[in-house]
């Protein structure tokens, strides 16, 4: 009977070399089961650092291109508004400029009568008198338009340009060249440099 029971213990009790190699058992079992579990994860996640690296760069790509739009954008917003700026500013400094041309269109048939009446001739004192304060007048109005840039065209003796004169006469005259103003039938007028009326004048052939 005891040798029964020693015969069993002797079964159950494992020798030093058999626990190591069980040891090593566990080990490799336990190390191939995380080989087997990151190859699972690599099946299961099967894209590669190139592919990765590929969407990345069109990503970069979509969004350089996304940032270049917007600064093409604003570059012509800029541009937009300096020439709507610019074109203000000219428009301000124009109305400035000719801010009087409107009032001195108006004022010019009155100046026109009063040059047919001055080139009356006084038959009496009265007639002197009352062309004499019409004289007055009449410079006072022409000292008013010069002090706003407006002053008479020069015509007679002044070869035709027809940027300045309007020729609605021509004549043959020996005592002036061919394309000369002879008379003039209407003053012209220029407000700095844009002619608000040009001079009606005859011009020699």
Do not use: W
């Not at 090593?24 to 894209?47: C, G, L, M, Q, R």
């Not at 760069?57 to 020439?83: G, T």
């Not at 005259?173 to 000369?180: A, I, L, T």
């Amino acid at each position: 009977m005891a040798d029964e029971k020693q015969m069993q213990t002797e079964e159950v009790v494992d020798t030093p070399n058999q626990v190591d190699e069980n040891m090593e058992e566990n080990i490799e079992k336990v190390f191939d089961e995380e080989i087997t579990s990151e190859e699972t994860i690599e099946e299961e996640n099967p894209i590669s650092f190139e592919a990765q690296l590929q969407e990345a760069n069109e990503k970069i790509a979509e969004l350089e291109a996304k940032l270049e739009n917007a600064d093409n954008r604003y570059l012509r917003l800029q541009a937009d508004f300096d020439n709507s700026r610019r074109r203000s500013k000219l428009d301000f400094e124009a109305a400035q400029k000719y801010r009087a041309q409107n009032l001195i269109n108006d004022m010019l048939p009155a100046i026109d009568n009063f040059e047919r009446a001055l080139s009356m001739n006084a038959d009496n004192e009265q007639s002197k008198s009352l062309l004499q304060g019409m004289e007055m007048v009449y410079r006072s109005l022409l000292t008013a338009l010069k002090n706003e840039g407006c002053e008479p065209i020069e015509a007679v003796g002044k070869e035709f340009d027809p940027n300045l004169h309007q020729a609605v006469m021509t004549v043959e005259d020996p005592n002036f060249e061919s394309n000369m103003v002879v008379e003039e039938f209407q003053k012209g007028y220029l407000l700095k440099d844009r002619v608000i009326r040009p001079s009606m004048v005859k011009v020699s052939q």
